[in-house]
């Protein structure tokens, strides 16, 4: 497990550099990243279904992410795009080529459908939070003015 962590830090830490995050919110975005692979890795250790684990990752480190990017007054994609990293579904793709130049094409439509389902799953869980928080403040705002309006 103290590998994971390391290893997604370090991917997410990464990449946020190359994206040229800087100081608190590179940490930050790295710490949502070990957030989405420790939620993902205990999940598949329960025996959960690699979709949903990667839907319940993509949850948690998007709420993570929304959280500090009010906090940091940050766009959300600054800490969404690094903390996505060490879940994207690299291998499933590396498969699904691999058979498909092998000529199987069962084994490319299983690998496929398995990585569009896993990435589909981390789709579903950003736009779900990123939904849901939109609604959220806009129904605060809304609900603010006709608290004004009335007095």
Do not use: D, W
Not at 75 to 98: D, E, H, R, S, W
């Amino acid at each position: 497990m103290i590998v994971i962590i390391l290893s997604s830090f370090v991917a997410s830490f990464g990449f946020g550099i190359i994206f040229n995050i800087k100081g608190k919110k590179l940490v930050a975005a790295a710490v949502a990243g070990c957030l989405g692979s420790v939620v993902y890795t205990l999940l598949m250790n329960h025996g959960e279904a690699e979709p949903v684990c990667m839907l319940l990752a993509s949850i948690s480190f998007s709420v993570f992410s929304e959280v500090f990017a009010r906090l940091y007054h940050t766009p959300v994609t600054t800490f969404v795009i690094c903390a996505l990293i060490p879940l994207v579904p690299g291998k499933g793709m590396y498969m699904t080529m691999q058979e498909v130049v092998a000529g199987n094409t069962n084994g490319a439509l299983q690998e496929g459908l398995a990585t569009l389902s896993n990435a589909g799953g981390l789709a579903l869980g950003i736009i779900a939070v990123s939904s849901l928080t939109r609604l959220f403040f806009r129904y605060k705002s809304i609900h603010k003015k006709h608290l004004l309006e009335n007095q």
